[in-house]
């Protein structure tokens, strides 16, 4: 059965704090992304990433960064937190190639206070 | 600017009606369509989806049609069903790319 877990489901960290966010998927998937989502606002992707240690920046990338040296796992980093960036954050993953489907991951509620 | 929207933030069925929620979008290139379903507290689930080589799709209760020339697509659900309460995603993608643009979503209520 197809499998992406995250690390946390439920964050609180101070502004200004160093975040970690990590995400793992089990079906050999090339393709892993990070979004978050916002009342109203729907899914907005932050970052993906194709292949390991390849990246590109989604829509909203700024104070962000990630991180992929392996396949299976996709590391979403906030440089120093701020209560903007309180929200819900999923991490999917998708095969390369002609499959469309996105299998995503449970959430990290993250509350930056 | 909003590629792809879902205009009605929620919508509310009676158990075993038809349930219809809508999508429209700007971008004539996106070519793949995606319906996620998400509960509160999980990840979306996916749950159907149509090429653009096609104007329907169909899966057991769920049927999305596409309508390419209004840029617009619509899920059916037949019949509704409580279990079926959740909020609604589509989302649309362009070959060659691995991006995805999701609309704001659709929270569905279904009332026994």
């Known amino acids: 059965d197809v499998k992406v877990t995250q690390s946390s489901r439920y964050l609180v960290k101070r502004t200004g704090e160093k975040v970690f966010l990590e995400c793992v998927q089990d079906?050999?998937?090339?393709?892993m992304f990070w979004y978050r989502q916002d009342p109203g606002l729907g899914l907005r992707l932050i970052y993906f990433s194709y292949d390991v240690k390849m990246k590109e920046k989604g829509d909203i990338p700024e104070g962000y960064s990630v991180s992929r040296e392996k396949k299976e796992r996709f590391s979403l980093i906030l440089e120093s937190a701020s209560t903007n960036q309180t929200s819900m954050y999923l991490c999917?993953?998708?095969?390369?190639?002609?499959?469309?489907?996105?299998?995503f991951g449970p959430g990290t509620r993250l509350t930056v206070t | 600017d909003q590629q792809v929207k879902q205009n009605s933030p929620s919508l509310s069925v009676q158990e075993g009606r038809i349930s219809i929620l809508n999508c429209d979008y700007t971008n004539s290139m996106f070519d793949y369509f995606l319906w996620y379903k998400k509960y509160p507290a999980e990840g979306p689930t996916f749950l159907i989806s149509?090429?653009?080589?096609?104007d329907k799709n169909e899966d057991g209760r769920f049927t999305v049609f596409l309508n390419k020339s209004a840029k617009h697509l619509s899920l059916h659900i037949v019949p509704s069903q409580p279990g079926d309460s959740a909020v609604y995603f589509c989302a649309a993608s362009r070959s060659g790319t691995y991006k995805y643009i999701f609309g704001t979503g659709t929270r569905l209520k279904v009332l026994a």
């Open positions: 149509i090429s653009s080589i096609k």
């Open positions: 999917a993953s998708r095969t390369g190639g002609r499959s469309y489907e996105q299998y």
């Open positions: 079906m050999d998937h090339e393709n």
